[in-house]
């Protein structure tokens, strides 16, 4: 009697597992179904609510603008700044379109735009007379503790205009939507 009672249960779960089988195969093809027409009208959709101008960047009006700060006296740094000026510049030009870009300095970083102390001095006066589009802003507050510091007046690049406060400068042009980097 055992021996049947375990014939019948095996029998009965494979019955059971075939149904079963049957009826979450019929369910995926319900799902797989309603999934397709409920794409089909997504579809449609995004297609008559697709905006007639688009605001991708290859339609962009306004140019496109980068701050970059330089807050640290070292050379790789400020060289790694211009770097990522040159190529930024390089690749909005190569597909058409304009870009803003600003190098703020200050702190330590205000050597590479003193007259007396930048390693990257010629660098910067050659890339200026390139790209009208590059600027350079010197923290005020920095030259201001600095002459104090050194008992002399110090000279800031012609390519440079002084503003009161690079990180204010940074923080007003970020929100005026412009890019952030940090070299």
């Known amino acids: 009697m055992n021996r049947s009672f375990a014939v019948f249960a095996g029998i009965a779960s494979i019955a059971f597992a075939l149904v079963l089988s049957t009826q979450v195969s019929s369910f995926a093809q319900t799902t797989a179904s309603a999934a397709s027409a409920t794409s089909a009208k997504l579809n449609a959709f995004a ?28 050379p790789a740094v400020m060289n790694l700044a211009l770097n990522n000026v040159s190529n930024v510049a390089q690749y909005y030009k190569q597909i058409g379109q304009e870009v803003e870009i600003e190098v703020v300095a200050f702190g330590p970083g205000l050597h590479m735009l003193r007259d007396d102390t930048s390693p990257v001095k010629a660098r910067i006066s050659s890339m200026s007379e390139t790209m009208p589009q590059l600027t350079f802003a010197a923290c005020g507050n920095t030259r201001d503790n600095m002459t104090k510091a050194e008992a002399k007046d110090v000279p800031i690049i012609s390519q440079a205009k002084v503003v009161k406060s690079g990180v204010v400068q940074v923080m007003e042009l970020q929100e005026r939507g412009w890019s952030y980097l940090r070299p």
């Open 47 to 74: 297609k008559v609510s697709t905006p007639s101008k688009t605001t991708t960047a290859t339609n962009r009006k306004q140019p496109h603008r980068l701050v970059i700060q330089v807050n640290v006296n070292d």
